[in-house]
């Protein structure tokens, strides 16, 4: 670990970490850091929110645990390679952004984040998902988009929680039957990948679903509308494609997506 030198828009040391203990919220996103700051550690309980995103941090050390009262941890595009092992000890997470580094795998102890509410491990370098992320029944959000991921664990059926799942620019072939469990569950983005079938009843159990994105698969458009359910679904993402025209959202030139090549 190291210490924070950048006194670019925070004043002195002192005043800076006075600032983070009565806010709760540390900031040191584009900082130039090459290590994890030591005082953002002894703050420990202090901590709410901490944003380290777009440094050159490779480590998050185990000593992140003490910072127990952590509901907001982002460290978007840095160089961290791995995650350490005690990381589910941080009870009090809601949200976890890694989006832009270099990890490959995810300890199970991420289930342990039993408050997790969004997770979002974008563009990194991820060959599998650990089964315990199911135990994560708090999630909301899921971004594992422009990863190495080959499948979706079976657990995942088991996040209750999740109304958006993104994992576009992967090479998944095969999507779990649990995803016909996610009866919350709104968007599904799935682009991009070897994707050559849905699960038969996603549409059917999936009744909040109102976008499903499958551009750039195997699937075509004709397997598509023969799914059962898919009159349903459509309904559905028509009226939500009228709500977003009736409150003045701005739409693409494209329209309404059908959500699959044809």
């Known amino acids: 670990m190291g210490c924070c030198t950048s006194n670019t828009a925070g004043g002195s040391k002192a005043n800076r970490i006075s600032r983070w203990r009565s806010t709760g919220i540390v900031g040191l996103r584009d900082a130039k850091l ?24 490779a480590d998050v050390p185990g000593e992140i645990v003490k910072l127990i009262n952590m509901q907001r941890l982002l460290i978007a595009d840095n160089l961290v390679e791995r995650l350490p092992g005690n990381l589910g000890k941080l009870q009090s997470l809601k949200v976890l952004m890694l989006d832009g580094n270099r990890i490959s795998c995810l300890p199970d102890e991420l289930g342990q984040l039993v408050r997790l509410e969004q997770l979002s491990i974008s563009r990194n370098m991820l060959i ?5 992320i199911g135990s994560l029944r708090n999630l909301v959000l899921l971004n594992v988009s422009n990863n190495r991921l080959k499948s979706l664990p079976e657990s995942v059926g088991s996040c209750a929680s999740l109304e958006e799942l993104q994992a576009n620019d992967n090479v998944i072939e095969e999507l779990p039957a649990s995803l016909c469990n996610l009866f919350q569950l709104k968007s599904l983005c799935l682009d991009n990948n070897q994707v050559n079938q849905i699960p038969d009843g996603l549409l059917v159990h999936c009744k909040s679903l109102q976008n499903l994105s499958l551009h750039n698969n195997p699937i075509s458009m004709d397997q598509f509308q023969l799914m059962e359910g898919y009159p349903e679904f459509e309904e559905r993402r028509k009226k939500k494609f009228d709500k977003q025209i009736d409150s003045n959202v701005m739409m693409g030139s494209k329209g309404l997506d059908v959500g699959v090549d044809k």
């Open 34 to 57: 090459k290590t994890f700051p030591d005082e953002v550690i002894e703050m420990e309980r202090a901590v709410r929110t901490l944003d380290l995103t777009h440094n050159k941090i």
């Open 128 to 132: 599998y998902l650990p089964d315990t």
